[in-house]
């Protein structure tokens, strides 16, 4: 366990090796350009405001529709006029899953299902089933249910199953997360908008409507369990193996119920909605191997292990029989385990059993490897039941329990969300979600609608809270702290970023890539009809440019890259950044786009003195290009 002054000792060093590495990015443009250079040093919340990607657009509930996408309300038709100025932008609010999750069996070429618990009901007629491993060729028969069950435990299945399946795993009742906002939808009941609404709307109570979005003051509020919030991603950027934070911010809006605590049980998870998947993020049960090493016998013993994960879960391998271990296992004659390490287990247990006896052999922390030399630790019932068969990409987490003293202060809630190594992405059609829900609802006086929630952010860095690039587009600046007053309530602009003046230009001598290779942006000007530039997609467009009188400009430097360009010049933080931050905001805490990939941050220096530039302004839609390999973007962006 370190101690204050070890950690005190590790913050200083890491420090001094950000101070080395703008030290040396300032000598290089010293040597490059000899002129007088100063650090820039932002506020102490730059690394909160940029220091990494949100996925979420919106996490601040900053925006509804109307003041997101339109300058007045959307006129759809009947019962959705106004409707979309009472709609939170990009979040929604959705049941909880309550699939069914069992096993079953049913043979080839024929409809009838069988599953091993009484599970079916008539309202189950025409839903979505799967029934893994029945399709052809071995693949998961993804059908529907053929009419009503005949019975709690039969049913009908539209499609024949092309491979016998006995007890393997069936799931029914599969949650379809909807993005159904009034401006684009037009049912005529008006009973499936899913759009995160404020009391006003037309379609308030006849969905989902706790959680629900206070516009006013640019919040959800919430209190029925049975609800999540539920974000959509921009595009499906979860990878597996890698670990996402999920952070946010929340307090009650009162005393509820008189109690003296007030517990609150945070879930968060990311949701695959692609049709015969429409689940958390998951792997495959880890399947556990192993052999006798020595002498080989006739003594037969069974194996399984069993994984903690961060959150308190538990999943197991697969149970292994190995028929031929020796009667007395020792270090010459001993048995080899092995199993797939899941990211986030933080505890593995070994155990075996031989005859009737169960045993809990000593437990790595972590491993994926396992020597049973024949000692044990303990005597056990059975083999423990895991929480989970398979490890999922959802966390659940108390965050805090209210005392009255407390109540009514925002409080950080945070969660680590792993994704699991064998999840495939190549089953994920449709969209990636996030989906945010609690255990335990609030009962009692003041209940109602009592948590607010603010601030979400999903990233792979540091758990603050950043903006999404793409909140840019929207029509204002988006707040980073819960406020009263217009949240949301008044816009102004078009639906994308105009060109500014002047802010976002590279100096003369940087080259950008054209159809002719790389061109000085002064050799540029001037000449439109001799040069195209490559854009982001790498097409040749169109452009207009224009020479900017001297400016303040600052040098980007990371690895073995480099540009210059004024302080308001967007450059991108990642392949899915497509508006950037600008030059000025980057820090050692960011990344940056380049042709070769990704590139951390050394150093964003200010140049003492003002050089000219040159304003760059591409034709079509794709407004990114390549300054010096570097992808930058020729809007200015609105808050500088």
Not at 152 to 174: D, E, I, K
Not at 404 to 430: C, F, H, K, Q
């Amino acid at each position: 366990m370190p101690t204050p002054t070890d950690l005190n000792t590790v913050e200083f060093l890491g420090r001094v090796q950000s101070l080395e590495r703008q030290i040396k990015a300032l000598s290089t443009i010293q040597q490059e350009q000899g002129g007088a250079l100063q650090t820039v040093i932002e506020n102490a919340n730059s690394a909160t405001e940029y220091g990494h990607q949100n996925h979420i657009r919106n996490g601040d509930f900053h925006f509804d529709r109307n003041r997101y996408l339109y300058t007045t309300d959307f006129a759809g038709g009947t019962g959705e006029d106004g409707n979309v100025s009472l709609e939170a932008a990009h979040v929604y609010a959705h049941p909880k899953d309550t699939c069914i999750d069992t096993t079953g069996s049913v043979t080839a070429a024929s409809t009838a299902l069988t599953i091993d618990t009484a599970d079916f009901v008539a309202g189950d007629a025409g839903k979505e089933i799967v029934v893994y491993g029945a399709g052809v060729a071995g693949a998961d028969l993804v059908t529907t249910i053929n009419g009503a069950p005949g019975s709690s435990t039969t049913c009908t299945l539209a499609v024949a199953a092309s491979t016998t399946v006995t007890n393997g795993r069936v799931r029914f009742r599969l949650l379809q997360l909807k993005e159904d906002s009034t401006d684009v939808n037009a049912d005529a009941n008006l009973a499936t908008n899913t759009a995160l609404k404020t009391t006003t709307h037309t379609r308030y109570a006849t969905t989902v409507s706790n959680p629900d979005y206070d516009k006013t003051n640019g919040w959800a509020r919430w209190s029925d369990a049975s609800n999540t919030l539920t974000f959509p991603l921009a595009y499906n950027t979860i990878v597996p193996s890698k670990q996402y934070i999920l952070t946010f911010i929340y307090k009650l809006s009162g005393q509820v119920g008189g109690e003296d605590e007030v517990f609150v049980d945070f879930f968060g998870g990311l949701w695959d909605n692609s049709a015969g998947q429409r689940k958390f993020l998951e792997g495959q049960r880890p399947a556990l191997t192993g052999s006798q090493q020595g002498t080989t016998g006739a003594t037969s013993r069974d194996y399984m292990v069993l994984m903690y994960m961060a959150d308190g879960s538990t999943i197991s391998t697969t149970t292994l029989t190995i028929a031929n271990t020796n009667a007395t296992l020792s270090t010459t004659n001993y048995v080899e385990l092995s199993w797939p390490q899941e990211p986030g287990v933080v505890r593995t247990e070994v155990y075996r059993k031989t005859g009737a006896t169960y045993e809990r052999l000593k437990f790595p922390y972590p491993a994926n490897t396992y020597y049973d030399y024949g000692t044990a630790n303990n005597t056990v019932g059975g083999f423990p039941t895991p929480t989970r068969l398979r490890h999922i990409a959802k966390t659940q987490v108390t965050a805090a329990n209210f005392r009255p003293a407390s109540a009514l202060e925002w409080r950080v809630g945070r969660m680590n969300i792993v994704v699991p190594s064998d999840y495939n992405l190549g089953n994920t059609s449709d969209k990636q979600w996030l989906v945010m829900g609690m255990d335990t609802g609030f009962s009692g006086s003041g209940s109602d609608h009592a948590l607010l929630v603010d601030l979400v952010s999903l990233d792979d860095k540091f758990g603050l809270f950043t903006r999404c690039p793409l909140d840019f587009e929207a029509k204002r600046g988006v707040s980073i702290a819960p406020t009263s007053g217009d949240q949301g309530t008044s816009g102004g602009g078009g639906g994308n970023v105009p060109p500014g003046g002047g802010g976002y230009c590279p100096v003369f001598d940087d080259l950008i890539e054209t159809d002719h290779g790389p061109i000085k942006a002064v050799d540029l000007v001037d000449s439109q009809h001799r040069y195209k530039i490559i854009n982001r997609n790498g097409f040749p467009v169109d452009y207009e440019t224009q020479v900017i009188p001297p400016q303040d400009v600052y040098t980007l430097i990371a690895g073995n890259y480099k540009l210059t360009a004024s302080k308001s010049h967007p450059v991108f933080t990642s392949d899915i950044d497509f508006v950037g931050t600008p030059l000025h905001r980057l820090t050692e805490y960011d990344t940056i786009l380049t042709r070769n990939g990704i590139v951390k941050v050394d150093a964003v220096i200010k140049h003492f003195a003002k050089r000219h530039t040159v304003k760059i302004s591409l034709k079509g839609t794709e407004k990114g290009f390549w300054q010096n390999d570097i992808g930058v973007h020729n809007y200015k962006l609105p808050e500088d």
